[in-house]
T-cell receptor, first 113, second 110 residues
């Protein structure tokens, strides 16, 4: 157990809808990163939040956005859902920026119909 | 190439050693990681190695790093059925971005 929690566990949405996924970081960690893992693939980096600011972003469109709160928990928002957004969304927390080891939560399985 | 590359599948007999190989992309990556993922679960950090090391041993796990060839391997000694999972190598590209391979599915047979 890493101490990183995510909610909900599973979610089903339809194309065009919006979704919010939540992550609570491990105690003592101030950085949260989000990843998308499509079926049969490795996780792809979406973005990272450090002290409530976006700190780095992968190759994802602007309809993927996020927030980090003063308690370092985080949200991932996806607007205008597409079928290809169906995936396992993982968040990971770490103590700081850069190479600090990231500890992953169990993920949220999103299905877009 | 641009991608972290791993072989997709490995079958091993219980009690034997498993070796999972990975080629990464960025010679300036400071840390390299091995994660394990069981069905329906998130990623479990197994071990990591700092780029100035050649080898790291942690109980049944041995990581070897060849920086010249950008090659990373994970050896699991005395493989058990509980080791059946998908194993991902990952490199840290900076700014918290981990780049993962596609994963190696390890199947342990009795």
């Amino acid at each position: 157990e890493t101490g990183v929690t995510q909610s909900p566990t599973h979610l089903i949405k339809t194309r065009g809808q919006q979704v919010t996924l939540r992550c609570s970081s491990q105690s003592g960690h101030n950085t949260v990163s989000w990843y998308q893992q499509a079926l049969g693939q490795g996780p792809q980096f979406i973005f990272q939040y450090y002290r409530e600011e976006e700190n780095g972003r992968g190759n994802f469109p602007p309809r993927f956005s996020g927030l980090q709160f003063p308690n370092y928990s985080s949200e991932l928002n996806v607007n205008a859902l597409e079928l290809d957004d169906s995936a396992l969304y993982l968040c990971a927390s770490s103590k700081g920026q850069g190479p600090d080891t990231q500890y992953f939560g169990p993920g949220t399985r999103l299905t877009v119909l | 190439g641009e991608d972290v590359e791993q072989s997709l599948f490995l079958s091993v007999r219980e009690g034997d050693s498993s070796v999972i190989n990975c080629t990464y992309t960025d010679s300036s990556s400071t840390y390299l990681y091995w994660y394990k993922q069981e069905p329906g679960a998130g990623l479990q950090l197994l071990t990591y190695i700092f780029s100035n090391m050649d080898m790291k041993q942690d109980q049944r796990l041995t990581v070897l790093l060849n920086k010249k060839d950008k090659h990373l391997s994970l050896r699991i000694a005395d493989t058990q059925t509980g080791d059946s999972a998908i194993y991902f190598c990952a490199e840290n590209l900076g700014w918290g971005k981990l780049q993962f391979g596609a994963g190696t599915q390890v199947v342990v047979t009795p």
